[in-house]
Antibody, heavy 122, light 113 residues
Framework: EVQLVESGGDLVKPGESLRLSCAAS????????VHWVRQAPGKGLEWIGR??????????DYGAPVKGRFTISRDDSRNTLYLQMNSLKTEDTGVYFC?????????????WGQGTLVTVSP | DIVMTQSPDSLAVSLGERATINCKSS????????????LTWYQQKPGQPPKLLIY???TRESGVPDRFSGSGSGTDFTLTISGLQAEDVAVYFC?????????FGQGTKVGIK
């Protein structure tokens, strides 16, 4: 069974930084494409970005609201994905999920973590 | 970016009745080479992550009850819950995965009338 466990969420002030982690188990992480998705309180889902596997080129792409402030990285030896968040804003408040969103050829089998809460408040 | 728009924002249905949620994309999410629509539907209950219900617009994820069905192609899609159960009270989202950035509909809240 695939498990994704996020950690690192906290209460921080605007302008501060935070690093989130996503520890994966039950999958061959080195070949996985893993995404970050966030959800502001009472709101919808917003794609933050994605890390492709190194065997598929290793590209990392970001959504417009976080480009230039957030950085995704991965440590395949630790089966872990990271999200470094800098220059945080109040509008970055929300639950951050890591997930293996479906790829074109995948017949289902997507996994989500339970999420970690980030609160940015003065 | 592909914009996903759901309707309605909320609906209330009697137990055992049908619930219908619509999702429209700003451009087609159908790929002619694979002959598939890259559209998923999710169910989310409070305090939980989204749960995948439907992928390729109409294929049910393993373990999802057959009262959930997806239809549509191109830019217009529908999620139907045939015979609403109390445990189906949730928010439902569509998402396109034809291209990055992945984009989601704003969500439709389903409740009991």
């Amino acid at each position: 069974e695939v498990q994704l466990v996020e950690s690192g969420g906290d209460l921080v002030k605007p302008g501060e930084s935070l690093r989130l982690s996503c520890a994966a188990s039950g999958l061959n992480f080195v070949y996985a494409w893993v995404h970050w998705v966030r959800q502001a309180p009472g709101k919808g889902l917003e794609w933050i970005g994605r890390s492709k596997s190194k065997s598929d080129g290793g590209a990392i792409d970001y959504g417009a609201p976080v480009k230039g402030r957030f950085t995704i990285s991965r440590d395949d030896s630790r089966n872990t994905l990271y999200l470094q968040m800098n220059s945080l804003k109040t509008e970055d408040t929300g639950v951050y999920f890591c997930t293996t969103l479906l790829r074109w050829e995948h017949p289902g089998g997507e996994s989500w973590g339970q999420g970690t809460l980030v609160t940015v408040s003065p | 970016d592909i914009v996903m728009t759901q309707s309605p924002d909320s609906l209330a249905v009697s137990l055992g009745e049908r619930a219908t949620i619509n999702c429209k994309s700003s451009q087609s999410v159908f790929h002619s080479r694979t002959n598939k629509n890259y559209l998923t539907w999710y169910q989310q209950k409070p305090g939980q992550p989204p749960k995948l219900l439907i992928y390729w617009a109409s294929t049910r994820e393993s373990g999802v009850p057959d009262r959930f069905s997806g239809s549509g192609s191109g830019t217009d899609f529908t999620l139907t819950i045939s015979g609403l159960q109390a445990e189906d009270v949730a928010v439902y989202f569509c998402q396109q995965y034809l291209s990055d950035p992945r984009t989601f509909g704003q969500g439709t809240k389903v409740g009991i009338k």
